[in-house]
């Protein structure tokens, strides 16, 4: 791919790049972590190397002592105690690309503050403001205009919508689309830049500096025009004007990077759950009949999802102290890989783990994270898509995966999804 704006521009493009680097070799993860789970649940050594995908420690992976946890209470235990397991060597990773306030890189009483200023405008109570909004927009807009062709790859859908809904929720102008898929281009080519392989690294580090430069633009026009209106608004972006942090308001430029570093997840993540909610509801038998006559099933629907196929599959965190697993010392300074791909199917937290089925008793899983770090954009996501699938069965009478074409596949080392969603209906 060339290096010109042209292609940092490209949604598409980049989604597909984004999953590339992301998917790693053709090991099979849950293969690989049952197999590690029920030999030890510690690894000492870089677990992940094995899948050649990259981590949040970027250049960091691999340059110091690291450690593999696969176990529900291990892998629990980490992602809960946010000051002995610390995220900020991600400033230095994956943040790099990000330049300026980056909540995921954040610890402590700072992070804290920081995600106090940004919980409520996704909190429930918030979100809900938006359902009717956010209903009518799937219909009307995205899904009424296919009705007639009776086939689609739902994927195209569930790329588009996480960005309208998402960006509007952050403050961005809702009165020309065109502009969220630029920004969330730009957003998933900062993403691809935290390339491992030495022959792409190049040219990935180029678009996501032409990414970075772009997105920053974008959003101090809008910061900038919102500050002299006023900053008024309950969105992201009037809630980050108004508020004050360690004991000052933010400057512009701390606005303008707060919101950018959100930007990666807020539609990218959302994407690949709904691909595997859907792909899992079409090929599960008998799953497809039960949610269109229940719809109080989809949340269950959605929790199971996210317990089974993970959008990303673990997380990193460092040490700031001494600590011991499994009579395993873990020096101050070390990684930890908490498997979360494996904890979810730990067979002492889960009954049958590797089968899927939406009436198991309710359980905490990690596929939103857990603890500190949790996604603060999780309920977010789960209305959009609770939407969407009542919608797609609502106007799709009938809708089956398309047998001319492949089936959807859930695949990936790090970054988890299918590809392509092909249905037809009635």
Known sequence: MSTNSTSALDLKNNYSAVSETYRGTNLDIHAVCREQRLKSPIYEGDFIAQFGVPTNAGVQQGTRPTFALFKYQDV?????????????????GLGAFFDG???????????????????PAFMPESVNKWRGQIDELIREEFLKPLVPQKKADLMEFGLELPIRIMYALMGFPSDDPSKYKQYAAWALAMVGGNQIDPAKMEDARKRAGIAVKGLYDAIQEVV?????????????????????FEGRTLDDHEVITFTRSLLPAAGETTTRMFGSVMALLLTTPGLLERVKADRSLIPKLMDETTRYEPVATFKVRETARDVE???????????????????????DAFENPEVFDIDRKLK???????GPHMCIGQFIAKVEINCSINAILDLFPNIR??????????????LRGTSSLPVIWD
Not at 76 to 92: C, H, K, Q, W, Y
Not at 327 to 333: H, R, S, Y
Not at 401 to 410: E, F, G, K
């Open 76 to 92: 629990m235990a980490v992602l809960r105690d946010g000051n002995t397991f610390t995220s900020g060597f991600i400033a230095e």
């Open 101 to 119: 306030l980056v909540i995921l890189a954040m610890d402590g009483e700072p992070h804290r503050k920081v995600r106090a200023l940004l919980q």
């Open 224 to 244: 900038v025009r919102r500050r002299a209106e006023g900053s008024q608004g309950d969105d992201v972006i009037g809630r980050l004007l108004r508020a004050e």
């Open 364 to 370: 905490p899983s990690f596929g939103f994270g857990f």
């Open 325 to 347: 697993f499994h009579g395993v010392k873990i020096p101050k300074g070390s990684f930890v890989q908490c498997m979360v791909v494996s904890a979810n199917r730990d067979e």
């Open 401 to 414: 995966l398309d047998p001319t074409q492949p089936a959807p596949v859930i695949e990936g080392a790090q």
